[in-house]
């Protein structure tokens, strides 16, 4: 089954704070995700990546960045690290190409808190 | 632009009676929905999906959700609920005619299940 497997599960950081997430997928799959889950708000896209080195906007991009250097790795950059941006982050993957097995992978998130 | 409207932030059915919970949707074109489940301190897990064909589609668990075009919907729907069922429920659109991976979801909808 496919593995998706985010670095951490709780995270403190500090206010200023540059602070990656870090995900990475054993299946092969070309798409990868990055969502923020806030109570009464749900999930919100930031960014999604269709290949290495490729990344499009989400409705949420400020304050973010990512990076994809290999096809199995997705990280998430948040630049100066700041309370509002305390929540839990959700990594995805999925293939591309195909609508027969088109559905997301998640990994088990990482909750976040920015002090 | 993409969105998805879960009307309900909980819903609360007795075991053993059968369970909806809604979805609409709004696409410029055509939709590809889908259904995911969230269990306590775990990531989403995919139930169902509807891309094209047959309007009532049937997934994990004995879940099944009906596309409706007309009324923009696709509801979840189980005959007989079980307790092991509570959970948060998400719905999530992708425009086919978008050209891109890109997922929309609700806010979410908790199900609890009363024994």
């Known amino acids: 089954d496919v593995k998706v497997t985010q670095s951490s599960r709780y995270l403190v950081k500090r206010t200023g704070e540059k602070v990656f997430l870090e995900c990475v997928q054993d299946?092969?799959?070309?798409?990868m995700f990055w969502y923020r889950q806030d109570p009464g708000l749900g999930l919100r896209l930031i960014y999604f990546?269709?290949?290495?080195?490729?990344?499009e906007k989400g409705d949420i991009p400020e304050g973010y960045s990512v990076s994809r250097e290999k096809k199995e790795r997705f990280s998430l950059i948040l630049e100066s690290a700041s309370t509002n941006q305390t929540s839990m982050y959700l990594c995805?993957?999925?293939?591309?190409?195909?609508?027969?097995?088109?559905?997301?992978?998640f990994g088990s998130g990482t909750q976040l808190s920015v002090l | 632009a993409q969105s998805v409207a879960q009307p309900e932030d909980q819903v609360n059915v007795a075991e053993g009676n059968p369970l909806t919970v809604k979805c609409t949707y709004s696409?410029?074109?055509?939709?590809?929905l889908f259904w995911y489940v969230q269990y306590p301190n775990r990531g989403l897990q995919f139930l169902l999906k509807?891309?094209?064909?047959?309007?009532l589609v049937k997934g994990s668990y004995g879940f099944e959700a009906e596309f409706n075009k007309s009324q923009t919907s696709f509801h979840l729907k189980k005959p007989s609920a079980l307790v092991s069922d509570s959970a948060l429920y998400f719905c999530?659109?992708?425009?086919?005619?978008?050209?891109?991976?890109?997922?929309?979801f609700g806010t979410g909808t908790r199900l609890k299940v009363l024994a």
């Open positions: 995805a993957s999925s293939l591309f190409g195909t609508t027969t097995n088109e559905k997301l992978f």
């Open positions: 299946m092969d799959h070309e798409n």
């Open positions: 990546s269709y290949d290495v080195k490729m990344k």
């Open positions: 696409v410029s074109g055509n939709p590809y």
């Open positions: 509807y891309i094209t064909g047959d309007n």
């Open positions: 999530a659109v992708r425009d086919r005619g978008s050209g891109t991976y890109k997922y929309i």
